[in-house]
């Protein structure tokens, strides 16, 4: 019997990072000690002040109510007021911002909005598990330009230039990046500016939700490039500098065409977002940064004691992230390789077996990519990290 089910969802990838979350949490619920460095899941409690928002929010009693599709004035304001301030993105007005359920969903309604069938979308690799999925549920074809470990995996605006063909859109990366931690300069991204300038129906989205997990200094927005607003898309939202991943807020700027055909299909698809997050994402954005800048800090450390223990584990071959919360080491020397009833043939297979033998989870650099390597996560405790790392290395050390 043929499946009920549409080829669009027959086709489709599921998510790898959820997918292994969901794997460990099983393992959890039979006892199993797993340690997980599978989610990009802050292990920080959202902020007082913005508990405490939304919990003023109920009180008053006037957000229980459908909220305006595209979100609250105050709170698209607050957001417009901070690009300007901090991203130099001197054009952004209330009009431009629309408030969504996560970046994730921001960023399919703007490929809904941008893509034809056949229109190809150029994507950074490594690259965040979801892009290629939504693209092609679009209609939208990816394009993989690969950047690698010697060059802190960031393609290049050469790289770029050379995949562009007369069916490209769009061209998306992320920085900071989901799943390396690399952190585009300006003077990178300025040399992909003048290369998407060259193609006056390109528009670029520029995944920024990692933002305030930073560890260069300031980070910069290809929107605030001359000439750069009117062709891009800034990403953005509150889950991870504001521990905030459950909540659901994330947001676009984008240029007024864009922004109004984004909230058209919102309006189609959810509506606004909940109201009381809304509340507490203003809290976020508007109130004390004291606590994001505290978490950051906290992650950097971590950073540096998970450098320290991969560089201890013979094969492990790594960069130094810049920003977001993950390593992203290349495993090819385990390759090849067998222990405990498991051969290693690839990132799958090593993530499998870390899994099954050292009880920590990882995401295969396949999901992202690049098959060469796995993403580890280090937004957990330190304890969980040195723990982790110290079975991941007698594991790996078991291989032969």
Not at 26 to 42: A, R, T, W
Not at 146 to 154: I, P, R
Not at 252 to 260: G, H, N, Q, S, T
Request: glycine share 8%; charged share 20%.
């Amino acid at each position: 019997m043929n499946s009920i089910l549409s080829d669009r969802i027959l086709n489709m990838e599921e998510s790898a990072t959820l997918a292994m979350a969901k794997k460990a949490r099983e393992l959890k619920s039979q006892g199993i000690d797993i340690i997980s460095l599978s989610l990009g899941e802050p292990d920080f409690k959202t902020p007082k002040h913005i508990q405490q928002a939304a919990k003023d929010a109920i009180d008053e009693g006037k957000y229980f109510a459908y909220p305006p599709v595209a979100g609250y004035q105050d709170l698209r304001e607050a957001i417009a007021k901070k690009l300007r301030e901090e991203n130099n993105i001197t054009q952004a007005k209330a009009e431009n911002i629309v408030v969504s359920v996560g970046a994730k969903h921001s960023i399919a309604n703007t490929f809904m909005c941008l893509l034809n069938e056949g229109d190809e979308v150029v994507i950074f690799s490594p690259y965040w598990v979801s892009y290629a999925e939504i693209i092609k549920l679009c209609g939208g074809v990816p394009v993989l330009i690969e950047g690698n470990l010697e060059n802190n995996f960031k393609a290049t605006a050469a790289q770029l230039e050379a995949a562009i063909t007369p069916k490209t859109k769009a061209v998306i990366y992320s920085s900071p990046c989901n799943p390396t931690g690399s952190v585009f300069s300006q003077t990178e991204l300025e040399a992909i500016a003048e290369v998407v300038k060259k193609h006056p129906n390109m528009v670029v989205i520029a995944d920024e939700i990692y933002e305030l997990i930073n560890f260069t200094g300031k980070n910069f927005s290809i929107a605030s490039i001359p000439g750069m607003f009117e062709r891009t898309v800034t990403v953005n939202g509150f889950s991870k500098g504001y521990a905030m991943t459950g909540w659901r807020v994330g947001y676009i700027c984008a240029p007024l065409e864009i922004a109004k055909a984004v909230e058209k299909m919102q309006g189609q698809f959810t509506s606004g977002n909940t109201g009381i997050a809304q509340r507490a994402a203003l809290a976020g954005i508007a109130g004390d940064q004291t606590p994001s800048k505290e978490m950051a800090e906290q992650y950097l450390k971590r950073r540096d004691l998970v450098l320290g223990l991969l560089r201890d584990i013979p094969g492990i071959k790594t960069h130094v992230p810049e920003g977001a919360f993950y390593f992203f080491p290349d495993v090819t020397a385990f390759f090849g390789k067998s222990a405990h009833g498991h051969t290693v043939s690839n990132a799958d297979d090593l993530c499998i077996y870390l899994l099954a033998v050292a009880n920590v989870s990882l995401v295969t650099g396949g999901a992202f990519g690049a098959p060469n390597c796995v993403r580890i996560s280090y937004a957990a405790s330190e304890a969980d990290l040195i723990e982790a790392l110290k079975r991941i290395k007698k594991a790996l050390g078991d291989l032969a």
